[in-house]
């Protein structure tokens, strides 16, 4: 999604055109237009560099603005991030982790972009800073109407930052929908898993049910349905077919083969 690694198949398109489609000012705009903030935010920063130089060295390059406006440039937008415009004279090494990744917010938002990818990008962070920059990224998205693909493993974070939710099994997305019909009414067999077993204060005292099974390799992947080693209802089409990802039930975009079945009355009840 953000040019770092070439698609190995599929077609990656960004505003309806498909990158191989793109005439050279589009693909200028779509790489422009599309940052990434990373996880590790101690590796990340090149340490040999003073942040004046690891946020305004793009904008530079790429004449967004002349070389003698940088430091004005910098300064705004470390004030943007909560950082004091004096700190852009120093190395990395000498900021927090949370601290370091308001850095790398500012960089990837000197480009202007429309669209950031985040990955994972409060998970090395301690949960009382994660909560700040979480913060920071409404706000950020809301006074500069960015979009934001937020990856990230822990569920509290995705209901509080999303607006549409994909949850990925083994490489593959098995289930799209808005926040609340994720949270509300899972679909998907991994999904209500991932849910039901996420801590959470009302379920204190009780043992948890992990999912049972260890996680396939996805270089040599389950026949079929790739989690039904690991699915209490799989049925034998599961070991043989794939499942697409397709409308099913509930009108939600899942891959499983149960979803895309007719429901009994009882099942509807329930459901
Ligand atoms: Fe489970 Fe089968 Fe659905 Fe896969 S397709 S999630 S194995 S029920």
């Known amino acids: 999604m953000a040019g770092v690694e070439n698609p190995s198949k599929g077609t990656l398109s960004y505003d309806g055109v498909a990158l191989d489609e793109m005439t050279s000012a589009q693909k ?10 990373f996880q590790d935010p101690f590796a ?8 004046e130089q690891i946020v305004g060295e793009a904008p530079v390059a790429h004449g967004i603005i002349k070389r003698s406006q940088r430091a004005e440039y910098v300064g705004n937008l470390l004030n943007k991030v909560g950082l004091d415009a004096q700190y852009m004279s120093r190395y990395p090494h000498q900021f927090s982790g949370g601290q370091r990744q308001r850095i790398g917010i500012a960089r990837a938002l000197a480009l202007k972009p429309k669209l950031i990818v985040c990955d994972e990008a409060t998970s090395a962070l301690d949960v009382s800073i994660q909560a700040q920059v979480l913060n920071l990224f409404m706000e950020l998205r809301k006074e500069l109407d960015l979009t934001y ?3 990230s493993h822990d569920l509290g974070a995705v209901e509080h930052i999303s607006d549409r939710i994909a949850i990925m099994y083994l490489g593959q997305v098995v289930e799209i929908g808005t926040t609340e019909e994720i949270f509300n009414n899972p679909r998907h067999p991994y999904t209500k898993a991932l849910l039901e077993e996420a801590p959470r204060l009302d379920k204190r005292g009780q043992d948890f049910q992990p999912i049972t099974g260890e996680i396939p390799s996805p270089l040599n992947p389950p026949s079929g349905c790739t989690f039904h080693p690991r699915c209490q209802f799989a049925k034998d ?5 794939i499942p697409a990802l397709r409308l099913g039930n509930a009108d939600r975009l899942t891959s499983c083969h149960l979803e895309h079945m007719p429901q009994t009355e009882d099942q509807l009840v329930s459901a």
Do not use: G, T
């Open 28 to 37: 200028k705009a779509y790489q422009l237009e599309v940052q990434m903030i």
């Open 44 to 51: 990340s920063l090149n340490p040999r560099l003073r942040v």
């Open 149 to 151: 693909v937020f990856i």
């Open 237 to 241: 089409i599961c070991k043989a077919d």
